[in-house]
């Protein structure tokens, strides 16, 4: 199983930023990849039990599940179905108040590919970087829609620091 884990400060308190990603069937406002996150017909909007489907840009889809929800502080999710080559991935959204009215968000997410040791060489070659890529521009994502309330759509990129 690989593992990547990405720290990153969002400029808005704790609440509000546990208030986005609670918002389970939102993460198409902030996730520059995703096109559509409905919530699965049946289950609940938010919190332990709550499913989406992630249909990206890119015609892949996810199913995943809120498997974990600890108020202001954990969010865990599992992948129960996806197009992409992956015998099993999920990812924990952990939460920290700086002080500063800042969120210390970090975020794990553990998978593992099928294929046996193609999938691990593919992993290494390609994919752990892109995966690395896309949870990046997810976090700079949810930090631009929390600064400025705007829907990151298709091909955003965040601005350049110069």
Known sequence: MASITLNRTVDAPVERVWGVLSDFGGIHRYHPGVETSP???GTPSSGVGSERVCNLYDGNNLRE??????????LVIEVVDSS???????????????????????ITMDYALK???L???????????????????MLAGLNQHMRTGETIGKGWKPARVA
């Open 39 to 41: 919530i699965t017909a």
């Open 65 to 74: 599940r809120v498997t974990e929800s600890v108020h202001g502080k954990r």
């Open 84 to 106: 992409m080559p992956m015998k099993s991935a999920g990812g924990a959204f952990d939460l920290r108040a700086t002080g500063e009215g800042k969120t210390e968000l970090t």
């Open 115 to 117: 294929f046996g040791a």
């Open 119 to 137: 999938g691990m060489i593919m992993d290494k070659l390609v994919l752990e970087r892109s995966m690395t890529k896309a949870l990046d521009a």
